[in-house]
């Protein structure tokens, strides 16, 4: 069941992404920032906290904050080394104050950017391992048909979330996501530990990310079914939680090239840089991104704004391809949140499906159920889902974030988790075969509006490719909310790199991400 | 149908009403942390029982792994003086947005400051937007879009200091806070601390306190210190018009 879209067009509207990107990234390769150099010191083995609970990472990266345009990775690597301690001793003393490294230089450059080099590739084997893992499990299990239904547990309580988790896997679901505390995205450390509060969510850490990848391989060997892991490579961490991700065996990440700019106000070029880092991270993790164009039709209207949805999915493509994900990496977003009552509500919501399936043939594609016209009438609501679901089957989504029926209530009870699971394992389970059998009229309303939103996503990227896409932003394009370039949380930790900067790892992830295309 | 045949409805015994008027009838659903057994299904329909309802029945019960989902259905017996309730409300007048720009003009002759944001950890600015943002909600135009009112919408995760800030330096008239995630009762704490902020600031009496959000009622706004609670269906107008009333009443100029 396809819509027959003009390719030539979709060509065309990805050069105007490819000319959106191509200045944003050469700023993106002239700067670093606090994040991308923890991210760095984590994936040379740096780990843990000082007594007060401020993760070593950022006890150095204090403490070194002046000389951040050099690239921190030479500078502990080689003063670790020199003393003969390790990265984690190294903070230690730092946080201590027994040892100070502001004015320390390094007798060889070449040397400490070699050391830099020997402990990251050190630490990446972890990540092999877990890939490893990951496909011993895959070969034995097989993978699932898609959609794949993904669920949320919320509890804050990582413990609660591992028993609520095994237990929609057992129904049948083959994705989980822990949703992280609101507060987290602001956070400009990633906590340490097991955590059991949170608001509205549960931290994100690495001890949370190892005990839910045991909780859910333990109850994957039970249902002899691979199970998904996905938590949030976003906010002012977005790199770091990447490496941890990647460092813990995660599957699948939340991260956007622009969400934290409009949704948190973080400042656009750190979000930015940090995106590409962590990205280059993902590819090399293997870790599925799940971009956030849902997000635009919470605040904008998803008829009038469906384009935008379109273009940032462009956007966020091309963003990924520069980082060396693969299109198979890539959870490119969209939402079913056109309001139901409207007249022709459904055909909107089918030709954007479809539209968004065509133009991604290769994606996965993570389809985001109704939000915002949820109300507290469950009945309705369910109603809702049920062709939200009927949708992802017959458009062949990918990944299906399965909608509760008391979404815009509460976080999710066990039975509603359920409920969702049931819905979607019936409507698959009865609709699957069924795109193979139908053919959409040619020039018919669908096809119609899928291209008219098309034309318009073009215009749009023309523009953005015209006036910039800092400019863009700034005029409140994307979901009508307005950032400055120079505004938002963050933006102290941007520095623009000296000629003499060293990190060693985009080449060495680099390596394996061009290797395997 | 002859009306003088149907039975009335007696406004001090009101019950719930399935399909015979007064049956009581009650539908419900819920998980027990059991796994599915006939004790399970026992246990819930002995819930039912104890919550008063006659002839409980279980009509579904599930296993999820471990646990189990019952959809049970009852009568209760419990009825309601209709003529004992009363529930507070947001008593005004509604306008239109035209109105109110006119009433602004002729009652205060200078443009009212409202000042809105979600404080503490909350980053769901659904509310907020619908009310504040220019575009409005559901075809209902935002406070942004009222020529006699200044709106400043803060956004996401404001800290209350930082709203309490920047409403003394721009002599807001009001302050709209959004709470949309209400998980375990924070929002309360959130909304107690702002109202605690504003009277230690000393400017209680000339600034009007609202809230809204998807789980916030009237009288929960009363009770934590608010002048007025909005929850559902509420837009603009709504609020803006309670403004223009209360501001008059408070004799507030």
Not at chain 1, 211 to 232: H, I, K, Q, S, T
Not at chain 2, 22 to 42: C, H, K, R
Not at chain 2, 194 to 207: D, K, N, S, W, Y
């Amino acid at each position: 069941m396809r819509l027959g879209l003009d390719t030539g067009k979709i060509a065309h509207a990805r050069e105007l992404a490819r000319a959106v990107t191509k200045p944003v990234l050469e700023l993106i390769f002239a700067h670093t920032t606090d994040s991308v150099e923890r991210a760095t010191l984590r994936l040379m083995g740096l780990e843990g906290a000082d007594a007060d609970g401020v993760p070593y990472a950022n006890v150095l990266v204090k403490h070194l904050r002046s000389r951040l345009d050099e690239g921190l990775a030479p500078l502990a690597a080689q003063a670790a080394q020199e003393r003969g301690l390790s990265l984690n001793e190294l903070a230690k003393a730092v946080s201590e104050e027994k040892i100070d490294l502001r004015a320390y230089c390094p007798a060889d450059p070449a040397a400490a950017c070699a050391q830099a080099e020997r402990l990251i590739r050190r630490r990446l084997t972890r990540i092999d391992e877990m890939l490893q893992t990951r496909e011993r499990y895959l070969t034995e299990f097989g993978i699932n048909q898609p959609p794949w239904l993904y669920v949320i547990v919320a509890t804050g309580n990582i413990h609660e979330d591992a028993v609520q988790a095994k237990m929609a896997v057992r129904q049948g679901a083959t994705v989980i996501a822990v949703i992280r505390s609101t507060a987290q995205s602001l956070l400009d450390f990633v906590p340490e530990g097991i955590t059991t509060e949170g608001f509205g969510g549960t931290y994100a850490t690495q001890a949370n990310f190892r005990y839910m990848r045991d909780a859910l391989d333990d109850v994957g060997r039970e249902v002899r079914r691979y199970v998904y892991l996905v938590n949030y490579a976003s906010g002012l961490c977005m790199p770091e939680i990447a490496a941890m991700g990647a460092l813990e065996g995660l599957d699948m990440m939340l991260n956007d090239s622009m969400y934290g700019i409009l949704f948190r106000d973080i400042n656009p070029l750190r979000t930015f840089v940090d995106q590409h880092l962590s990205r280059m991270i993902s590819a090399y993790g293997e870790i599925i991104i799940n971009t956030g164009e849902d997000n635009y039709l919470t605040t904008a209207d998803a008829v009038e704004a469906a384009h935008t949805v379109l273009a940032s999915d462009l956007l966020n493509e091309r963003f990924a391809y520069e980082a060396g994900l693969p299109a198979h990496l890539m959870g490119l977003g969209h939402a079913f949140e056109v309001k139901p009552e409207l007249p022709d509500s459904y055909l909107y919501e089918l030709a954007q499906a479809l539209l968004i399936r065509e133009v991604f043939p290769a994606h996965p594609i993570k389809y985001m159920p109704p939000t915002k016209h949820m109300t507290g009438d469950i009945f309705r609501g369910y109603a809702m889902n049920t062709m939200f679901n009927f949708t992802g089957v017959l458009t062949g989504q990918g990944i299906q974030l399965l909608g509760m029926l008391t979404e815009a209530m509460h976080t999710p009870y066990l039975m509603d988790r359920a409920l969702a699971i049931k819905n979607a394992k019936m409507i698959f389970n009865s609709a699957r075969g069924l795109s193979d059998c139908l053919e959409i009229k040619p020039g018919s309303w669908l096809v119609q509006r899928a291209d008219a939103v098309l034309d318009k996503a073009i215009a749009m990227l023309a523009t953005i490719a015209d006036i910039g896409l800092f400019k863009a932003i700034e005029q409140g394009m994307f979901a009508d909310i307005k950032r400055a370039p120079d505004g938002g949380k963050g933006g102290d930790g941007v520095v623009k790199k000296a000629a003499t900067y060293c990190n060693p790892l985009p080449a060495i992830l680099g390596e394996k991400i061009h290797g395997r295309h | 149908m002859d009306a003088t045949n149907v039975k009335q409805v007696d406004p001090t015994k009101v019950r719930p009403y399935g399909d015979t008027l007064d049956d009581g009838a009650l539908q419900m659903s819920f998980t027990l942390p059991l796994p599915l057994t006939p004790e399970s299904i026992e246990a819930a329909k002995q819930t039912a029982l104890g919550l008063g309802l006659r002839d409980a029945s279980v009509v579904h019960s599930e296993d999820l792994g471990g646990y189990s989902f019952f959809v049970v259905y009852g009568h209760t017996r419990k009825t309601i003086d209709l003529t004992q309730i009363h529930v507070p409300k947001v008593e005004t007048k509604v306008y239109s947005r035209e109105q109110i720009n006119e009433q602004i003009r002729t009652r205060f002759g200078r443009k009212l400051v409202v000042v809105g944001a979600c404080i503490g950890t909350d980053a769901h600015t659904v509310g907020i937007d619908a009310i504040m943002n220019m575009k409005g909600f559901d075809g209902h135009y935002g406070l942004e879009r009222y020529e006699m009112i200044e709106a400043f919408n803060l956004g996401a995760q404001v800290p209350p200091e930082k709203l309490l800030q920047f409403a003394v330096d721009h002599k807001a008239d009001a302050i709209l806070i959004s709470q949309v995630v209400t998980g375990r009762g924070f929002h309360k704490q959130n909304l107690t601390r702002m109202v605690e902020l504003v009277e230690a600031a000393g400017i209680r009496q000339r600034t009007l306190l609202i809230c809204g959000g998807p789980r916030i009622d009237h009288r929960l706004a009363l009770e934590l210190g608010f002048d007025a609670g909005f929850g559902r269906g509420a837009y603009a107008e709504h609020v803006a018009g309670f403004i223009v009333e209360k501001m008059s009443e408070r004799s507030l100029v």
